[in-house]
C-alpha cells in the first residue's frame, strides 16, 4: 500500500437561502408591504415562506411563496423558488413563477 493522496473532485456545497436572503426577493418584487402567513424551517433552515398583499380589486389577494428545492409535507420543488398565485374572493385564479435561485443567485421573471 503506499501513501499517495486521491484527490477527488470538490462538490460544491449546496447553497441553502437564508429567511433574509428570501425576504429580500420578495421586497424586491412586491414593492410594498406584505403580510407573513405562514414560515416553516427544518433543521437546513428556512423551506417555505408564505406571503400576501391585498390585489388590485376588491376581494383580490396575491400570494408570493417560496419553498426550497426539496420534498415536504407541505409539497415539493425542483428547484429553490417563489411562485405568485392570484386568488378572487379566495379562489386561485391563475398564477406565474417569479423568481429561482441558481447557483446562489436569484434570477427573476
Not at 417560496?66 to 428547484?79: D, F, I, L, T, W
Not at 423558488?81 to 427573476?108: F, L, M, Q, V
Amino acid at each position: 500500500m503506499t501513501n499517495e493522496q486521491i484527490n477527488l473532485p470538490e462538490i460544491p456545497q449546496e447553497h441553502i437561502p437564508s429567511s433574509e436572503e428570501v425576504n429580500s426577493i420578495f421586497e424586491k418584487l412586491i414593492k410594498k408591504e406584505y403580510k407573513e402567513i405562514r414560515k416553516l424551517e427544518d433543521e437546513k433552515g428556512l423551506y417555505l415562506l408564505e406571503v400576501n398583499v391585498p390585489g388590485e380589486l376588491e376581494g383580490e389577494v396575491i400570494e408570493y411563496a417560496y419553498m426550497r428545492k426539496g420534498r415536504y409535507p407541505e409539497g415539493e420543488s425542483s428547484a429553490d423558488e417563489i411562485h405568485i398565485t392570484y386568488y378572487k374572493n379566495g379562489k386561485p385564479e391563475g398564477g406565474t413563477s417569479a423568481a429561482r435561485c441558481i447557483d446562489g443567485k436569484w434570477k427573476i421573471f
